[in-house]
């Protein structure tokens, strides 16, 4: 190959050069039809050198001589070369930590979250009739598997994953439907 470059503008222009059959190579600059792959020439002379490069032997860059050429037309701008600069360093932005609430205020919310089973109690314990076989054999596992559920869905709230939950939560799903259809029917024959 024929490089000519210019150190000014750092533009370059490079002309393969074929070589025959006896292993003579020949190059000719025509410069109306170099024109098209010349860089931009300027009042300063170009670099001109030789590259030879092989598969078997190191490669050979070898500079000739410095020509000047008359001033052509500077290069036209396209808009996309700004893709071709160097860019400025992209910084990254990592989301900082994620603040943990008071703990006072965590235990207010505990408690507002807990109240509703205060309350269910609390009216439970107003009615008149009694549940004498609430820890009989049929109804103890199904009132286990409740709480049980209310125990996955704190833990899930404190320290466990979605898909963690969602697995565990199907498994208990099936388990309290199979005991609470035991309790229903031992309470519709101990009705009958």
């Known amino acids: 190959f024929i490089r000519f470059y210019d150190p000014i503008t750092k533009e370059e222009g490079i002309q393969p050069i074929r070589v ?37 032997h190191a490669p050979v860059h070898q500079p000739l001589f410095k020509v000047t050429l008359p001033p052509s037309q500077p290069a036209p701008i396209t808009p996309d070369e700004v893709h071709y600069h160097v860019q400025p360093e992209i910084m990254h932005t990592f989301r900082p930590e994620q603040k943990v609430p008071m703990k006072g205020l965590s235990a207010i919310f505990t408690l507002a979250t807990l109240s509703p089973w205060v ?37 899930y709230w404190t320290s466990l994953k979605l898909p963690q939950v969602l697995t565990y939560g199907a498994v208990l799903s099936l388990l309290t439907a199979a005991a609470g259809k035991r309790a229903l029917s031992a309470v519709s024959e101990w009705r009958a």
């Open 119 to 155: 309350v269910l109690l609390g009216l439970w314990l107003q009615i008149p009739h009694r549940t004498p076989k609430l820890f009989s054999h049929q109804i103890l596992p199904f009132v286990a598997l409740l709480a049980a559920t209310e125990v996955l869905l704190v833990t």
């Open 20 to 56: 025959s059959a006896t292993g003579k190579a020949k190059f000719d600059l025509n410069v109306p039809k170099a024109l098209s792959w010349l860089p931009p020439s300027t009042d300063s002379p170009l670099d001109v050198s030789l590259i030879v490069g092989s598969f078997k």
